[in-house]
């Protein structure tokens, strides 16, 4: 199993990007995926998840900003990101909970990471 992230990039503050993660290879099916980033010197943070029947979860510092969604026939998560700040600059990693195959225990999986770089 693969995941692709795209759609990082250098933006100006109260701007926006979407980024984008795709999940490849045998895959039965997916439950949680989610976005983390990490900010150089800091510990990775959650920042949005969302379960396969839609459940949501956003950190606090960017409810009201992100929006998370996915298409599950896609296997692909996306992270709408609008009035953006300086404080949100980081490597942004996607995540997914998968099963190889039906009835297997689901395992996290993780993207490379796409850079998000917000100037003041």
């Known amino acids: 199993v693969q995941l692709q992230a795209s759609g990082g990039g250098l933006v100006q503050a109260g701007g926006s990007l979407r980024l984008s993660c795709a999940a490849s290879?045998?895959?039965?099916?997916?439950?949680?995926m989610g976005w983390y980033r990490q900010a150089p010197g800091k510990q990775r943070e959650l920042v949005a998840s969302i379960t396969r029947g839609g459940s949501i979860n956003y950190a606090d510092s960017v409810k009201g900003r992100f929006t998370i969604s996915r298409d599950n026939a896609r296997y692909t998560v996306y992270l709408q990101m609008n009035n953006l700040k300086p404080e949100d600059t980081a490597v942004y990693l996607c995540?997914?909970?998968?099963?190889?195959?039906?009835?297997?225990?689901?395992?996290?999986?993780w993207g490379q990471g796409t850079l998000v770089t917000v100037s003041s």
């Open positions: 995540t997914a909970d998968v099963a190889m195959f039906s009835g297997n225990a689901y395992r996290p999986y």
């Open positions: 290879g045998i895959i039965s099916s997916i439950n949680i």
